[in-house]
């Protein structure tokens, strides 16, 4: 009985010790002994079974994979002195795991020695250089043609100039500065990149009030034209509606004066052909229009009288 306790208990340690002693390596990850916290041996960076010695040594486990860093956000001056938020990122990968560990022993280590390197990296470049070559491209151009008249009467002359290094070349710029200190480190950075630029809440109230500004100077100048179109087209209408209104009246006193030629001539025609006969139709015409209640004083030798005389009696 005493000996199948001791072949129990002996196999229970032995599987304690062998499940201690043994430990796997993941695809994704490169390994280390420490024993009282110093590494020992190699970096174990191939993936499987591995065996180690139980109690007093561990394992520290790094990340084989890309790792991001998201910097903070920081307010920094450009050469021109407009002052504007920049937002950057990083990606690296742990390439010596001894000397990280020896360094900044673990991620969140490595992310605080980051966050100084690469924040004054930034820093360093965006504030010697002007805010065109951040934010365009190296290949930015700008088509004249398909801008309205308004918007480039507004355009200052370094405006469509094209950026001498763009951002790519900035970050490439940062990426090379960054990278001395990271084998120091362990560390190798891969790429940095900028993923935000921003006005800060001050200066971007100002550059709205700009662009606004603007915009109400060249909405004022087109009502000004405006305007001016209109006095000017009102103006042209009065001068054309005077001068048809001077042509039909002149039109109308020479038609009037046509017809009362024509008239007068016609009635010297009427007159010559029967003097006598139009002096009696005009005399009737006369009498017809005195009416029937009028009364007349005339001598009774006037002309007026004279077919009334002359009249045959019934």
Do not use: C
């Amino acid at each position: 009985m005493n000996k199948s306790i001791v072949a129990v208990v002996v196999v229970a340690v032995a599987v304690l010790v062998a499940s201690r002693s043994a430990f796997t390596i993941d695809q994704a990850e490169q390994g280390i002994i420490v024993q009282f916290g110093e590494p020992i041996g190699d970096v174990i960076s191939e993936p499987g079974l591995h065996w180690r010695v139980p109690f007093i040594q561990q394992v520290r486990r790094f990340d084989k994979r890309l790792l991001d860093w998201d910097g903070d956000v920081s307010q920094i001056p450009t050469l021109g002195r407009e002052f504007i938020i920049v937002d950057t990122t990083a990606r690296w990968r742990i390439a010596d795991p001894l000397q990280f560990l020896r360094s900044v022993r673990d991620e969140l280590g490595a992310r605080t020695r980051l966050d100084d390197i690469i924040d004054s990296v930034a820093r360093d470049i965006v504030s010697g250089t002007e805010l065109e070559e951040i934010v365009r491209s190296a290949d930015w151009q700008v088509d004249v043609s398909d801008l309205a008249a308004e918007d480039i009467e507004v355009l200052e002359a370094t405006d469509l100039e094209r950026p001498t290094k763009g951002r790519a070349q900035l970050e490439r710029e940062m990426l090379a500065a960054a990278s001395i200190p990271m084998p120091g480190l362990g560390i190798e950075l891969v790429d940095v990149r900028i993923k935000r630029i921003n006005y800060i809440d001050s200066v971007r109230e100002q550059v709205e009030s700009r662009m606004i500004s603007e915009r109400q100077s060249i909405a004022a100048r087109f009502r000004s034209e405006g305007q001016g179109r209109s006095q000017e087209i009102l103006g042209n209408m009065e001068r054309e509606l005077r001068q048809i209104s001077s042509e039909a009246e002149r039109r109308a006193q020479e038609i009037i004066g046509d017809a009362d030629a024509d008239a007068t001539r016609i009635y010297g025609e009427a007159y010559g052909a029967d003097p006598e006969f139009y002096s009696f139709f005009r005399t009737l015409e006369t009498y017809d229009a005195l009416g029937e209640n009028t009364t007349l004083m005339i001598d009774a030798d006037s002309d007026f009288f004279r077919y009334l005389q002359t009249a045959e009696q019934p």
